[in-house]
């Protein structure tokens, strides 16, 4: 037994992986970014605030770009999200504004029911098309989308703003940390403010890489996305494991339907629009591969974070317009992804060379530097 | 015999597609014989055209055919899908109009410079996609990302906030029709694009290389095939496509909007790829099954148009649809079918036998 545990010890030991090394680069280029913003722009940037605000406008990206993490490990892609998001918000709002039980308890609890049963149905029928029908995941999620914004403006072609009153109380609900605050010009001190929604994307980052990290089926989701075929020889359950992904990612797609409603109570056609390639976007700077079997939820939030300081940086800087925000986030984007590749590829070099040297000369354990 | 399977098995790909196409079109003969109606009209400027919806079908789903070739190219190449084939395409036009109006009068010549100079501007964009590919080995889908989210803002900042318009006779007539021919020109265009496809792939070795690097590109490079090169060529290809595809656009509202120019053609490109029955995983790949898929779902939408669903739901009938064809053409549905098959005809076969036996 002492064996064993020395082994497993022995194993957490190991040099960076992959992901976390790319990882740790996003999150370095998180701080990095932030100190020169709070150096150069000052104002709201010295506000602990600022980092709370990132997290309030943000917490429904955060959800989703955690759900394609999840759905990407797995070695598939999920585009439907951000049309997930506009459907949920739309009939929520349309529920809530035509809702005529009397408890505003219960009201918004099957509001939420409603949000996380709308999100879950399309993941299990993503799910069981992508898994056990083995159509590509792409073309099923664009299905998906399609749907998702094509019911969306079924619902409602106008926007609905959310008139329930309980609800409308709860969007106000902020938690307050005064000692994070800051006294205002006419000596008031201004408590930092936390929305709901920002703490519950915490909760879902926090039980995600939990849950990729120490529960069964977050380690079949890394074997799988690694290798299908090695995954399916060690007895993994492949189909049943890629089918739990995608449900996940939508019920995590109907979650932030709900959270971005408490942020926003109205509904919109072009809510969360192109939601799903920012998510992915967030993903990718955080260290996720496409290709599967790589990747980290707490890496994908300093990604979300990132791309969210780049917004908040260009509409505090003078060069405030929106093609500045997309040229910054493309040029951001192809930092990343030629980063990552330039490290990957390096690392296995040296890992091959590491390995080639150990098999060539195992007696020597420092040797004199071997010139190349 | 022999020869009777191989044609099967060269028809399979495009067997789900052309079912689709027909079960579309037998519903439309139900629902309303006046949809397949063509008749001649004098359009606003004095041309006599052919009009109906099935000249309309097959005239504003040109631009998606065209890019769809390309996209099965890169597709089949590189085992991914460019997704920023639209905001690309938006950059063409505006390369395109810059050069229109930097050369004053719209002629035939400056059109054709235009053409020229916006093709060599979008094969630059797609090399630029190209070498994060093939050089980099950066997923397809991830590394056209880059231009999806900033490539309108390029386009914005070539051509400023304005909506430019062309009007000039040689405009509406690449976009519409040539004055004395009934037939809209874009449809030329895709024949064209498809018919400099078809020659090439007949005459070169292109096709065979491009499906052998999709298939396996280490052991495509053993066999002397440069794959870095054939991903190029097939993203250089589609370049080529959405400029073509981008100047057709804009010359069919005669107008340049880059925010609406070519807009959310990437995802039905893709489609079109996937229900002509290509493998979005690379490899074996039939141009004719894309070409059918844009052919496919421009018909489905019009036939939407037609029953009166409003443009902005037409999205949610179309995703029906999709879910329908991809799960007749998905690989388990497939084997299941075929097994079936074969299970009745083998009794029907004892059945004969037995039949046979008896008397």
Known sequence: ?372 | MNTKKKAGAGLGQLLIPLVALGILIVFNLFRDLGFFAISMRVNNSGNIVLTGNLISIIDSASELAIIAMGMTLVTAACGGQDISVGAVGAIAGAVFVKILQGMGAITVGSVLLGLLLCCLATILFKLFNGTLVAVFRIQPMIATLILYSCGRSIAYWINGDATPQLNSPIISSIGMTIPGIPIPTPIFAVLLVGLLMFLVFKFTSLSLYTQSVGINAGAARLNGINPTLIKLLSFALLGVCVSVASVIGVCRLGQLNHKTLLVDIEMDAILAVAIGGNNLGGGRFKLSGSILGAYIIQMLTTTLYAMNVAPVNVKAYKAIVIIIIVVAGSPVVKSKLTEFWNRTRSVRQTKELSKRGVS
């Open chain 1, 1 to 372: 037994m002492p064996d064993k545990k020395q082994k497993v010890r022995s194993l957490q030991r190991e040099p960076l992986t992959d992901a976390q090394m790319l990882m740790f680069i996003s999150i370095g280029i998180f701080v990095v970014m932030y100190l020169a913003a709070m150096l150069t722009l000052k104002g709201g940037f010295l506000k602990p605030q600022m980092i709370f605000d990132l997290l309030n406008d943000n917490a429904a990206l955060i959800i989703i770009a955690c759900s394609l993490t999840v759905v990407m490990i797995g070695g598939g892609i999920n585009i439907s999200v951000g049309g997930i998001i506009g459907l949920t918000v739309m009939s929520c709002a349309l529920f809530l504004n035509g809702c005529m039980i009397e408890s505003s308890f219960v009201s918004i609890l099957l509001t939420f029911l409603l949000a996380l049963g709308i999100g879950l149905a399309f993941g299990v029928a993503e799910g069981f098309l992508v898994s056990y029908l083995e159509i590509q995941p792409f073309i099923v999620t664009l299905a998906g989308m399609f749907l998702a914004r094509g019911l969306t403006t079924i619902l409602s072609v106008n926007p609905v703003k959310v008139t329930h009153k309980a609800f409308l109380e709860l969007v106000k609900v902020k938690l307050k940390i005064s000692w994070l605050g800051y006294t205002a010009q006419n000596g008031n001190l201004i408590p930092a403010k936390i929305e709901i929604g920002a703490i519950v994307a915490i909760l879902v980052v926090i039980l995600m890489a939990l849950m990729l990290r120490y529960v069964k089926l977050g380690r079949n989701i890394y074997a799988v996305g690694g290798n299908r075929q090695s995954a399916l020889m060690l007895g993994i359950n492949v189909k049943r494991t890629i089918f739990w992904s995608y449900v996940i990612s939508g019920l995590l797609a109907g979650l932030a339907g709900f959270v971005f409603l408490m942020h926003k109570p109205a509904g919109n056609a072009s809510v969360a629009l192109r939601g799903e390639m920012d998510a992915i976007a967030s993903s990718i700077i955080g260290g996720t591969l496409l290709t599967g079997g790589v990747g980290n939820v707490i890496g994908t939030f300093f990604g979300t974070m990132i791309l969210a300081t780049i917004q908040k940086i260009i509409a505090l800087s003078p060069l405030n317009a929106s093609w500045w925000q997309e040229m910054a986030n493309g040029a951001m984007l192809g930092f990343f992804i030629v980063l990552q590749s330039v490290v990957l590829s390096a690392r296995s070099k040296s890992r091959i060379k590491q390995n080639s040297r150990k098999q060539n000369a195992p007696p020597v354990e420092e040797g004199p530097p071997q010139t190349q």
